[in-house]
């Protein structure tokens, strides 16, 4: 009786065993291999509290205007359009006034530089960018990072040298284009 218990806790164990020998290196090897380089969608974003100039108090958009991340091996590219409405497009044979294209301006946001992830931080750094003041030298954002399965990923602004202190921010989701 007590051999058949200890052979039996044998063959438990040594399956247990077996099947991490097998599946641990796999799903290990699956966290391992989560790439950031790719195209990038915007799924969703939100603000933590008011962001002066833009919203009153916290916001979230579920369905963002086109938002794009574009990362390569040492490089990434933001391209994209912020709020929650589209850009004002002139009707056909329309002439726009400076003030339209201030204004369809204002909402395009571009970015490219470097990057790097660093534990649970994405650092970027720019080389050009729209607004204008990303473009400093030594411009940089810093972002908590983390990734949502292998396909998607979610970022918060940490901080920006253009912006100064962040008292509220942004938080976005990006899921894989290719």
Same mark, same amino acid.
């Given at each position: 009786?007590q051999?058949?218990r200890?052979?039996?806790?044998?063959v438990v164990?040594?399956?247990?065993?077996? /099947?991490?020998?097998i599946l641990g290196?796999?799903?290990?090897?699956?966290?391992?291999?989560v790439?950031?380089k790719?195209?990038w969608r915007?799924?969703?974003?939100?603000? $933590?509290?008011?962001?002066p100039?833009a919203y009153e108090?916290?916001h979230? $958009?579920k369905?963002?205007q086109?938002?794009?991340g574009?990362f390569t091996d040492?490089?990434?590219?933001?391209?994209g359009?912020?709020?929650d409405?589209?850009?004002p @497009?002139?009707?056909?044979g329309?002439?726009?006034?400076d003030?339209q294209i201030a204004?369809?301006? $204002?909402?395009f946001?571009?970015?490219?530089g470097?990057y790097?992830?660093?534990?649970?931080?994405?650092?970027t750094?720019?080389? @050009?960018g /729209?607004p204008?003041?990303?473009?400093r030298?030594?411009? &940089?954002q810093?972002f908590? &990072?983390? &990734?949502d399965g292998k396909d998607? &990923?979610w970022?918060? /602004?940490?901080?920006? $040298?253009?912006l100064?202190?962040?008292?509220?921010?942004?938080?976005?989701?990006f @899921?894989r284009v290719?």
């Amino acid at each position: 009786m007590q051999i058949r218990r200890v052979w039996r806790a044998a063959v438990v164990v040594g399956s247990v065993l077996m /099947l991490a020998g097998i599946l641990g290196p796999t799903l290990i090897g699956q966290q391992r291999n989560v790439s950031l380089k790719g195209v990038w969608r915007c799924t969703e974003w939100s603000t $933590n509290g008011p962001i002066p100039g833009a919203y009153e108090s916290a916001h979230t $958009n579920k369905s963002p205007q086109p938002w794009w991340g574009i990362f390569t091996d040492h490089h990434h590219a933001w391209i994209g359009v912020a709020g929650d409405a589209p850009r004002p @497009v002139p009707r056909a044979g329309e002439v726009p006034t400076d003030k339209q294209i201030a204004e369809a301006a $204002n909402l395009f946001i571009g970015f490219k530089g470097t990057y790097e992830v660093v534990g649970g931080e994405l650092r970027t750094k720019i080389d @050009v960018g /729209l607004p204008p003041g990303s473009m400093r030298q030594g411009a &940089f954002q810093n972002f908590s &990072f983390k &990734f949502d399965g292998k396909d998607a &990923f979610w970022i918060t /602004l940490k901080e920006a $040298n253009d912006l100064g202190p962040l008292t509220n921010t942004y938080t976005w989701r990006f @899921v894989r284009v290719e």
